[in-house]
C-alpha cells in the first residue's frame, strides 16, 4: 500500500502542480517554484514514506522565516520568545491558521497526500 500510495501522491504532485519540470515537454524555459509550491512538494515527497505519522511544523504552515526553539543558544539568540509570524514578518495567532490561506493550502496537501 504505501507504494500505491506513493506513486499516485508522486504523479498526482509533478504532474498538476507543476513543481518539476516536465520530461520531454519541448520547452528550455522552466520557472523555479516558489518557496511555497517547494515547501508543498518536500511535504508530498515525505507522504510517500512509510511512516506511521507525519507531523507539519507551523513555521513552513504559515512561512516563518526566522529559526525558531533552537535548543542551547537562549542567551546567543532568544529564540524561543519569537511569536509566530508569516514571511512579512506579520504575527500569526494560533486562531488564525483556521483561515491562513498558506496553511490551508500546506494542510490540503497533507490531507490529501495521505488520504
Known sequence: MPRARAARVGGRG????GFWPAVGSGSSAWIAPTE???IEALYL????????MQGVALVDAVGER????????DKEYPNWKIP????????????QLATNPRAQSLFRVV???LA
Open 14 to 17: 509533478r504532474e498538476s502542480r
Open 45 to 52: 515527497l515525505l507522504a510517500a514514506a512509510p511512516s506511521l
Open 66 to 73: 526566522r529559526v525558531q526553539n533552537q535548543p542551547g543558544t
Open 111 to 113: 490531507r490529501e497526500a
Open 36 to 38: 511555497q509550491e517547494t
Open 84 to 95: 509566530l509570524a508569516d514571511s512579512a514578518g506579520v504575527v500569526v495567532q494560533l486562531e
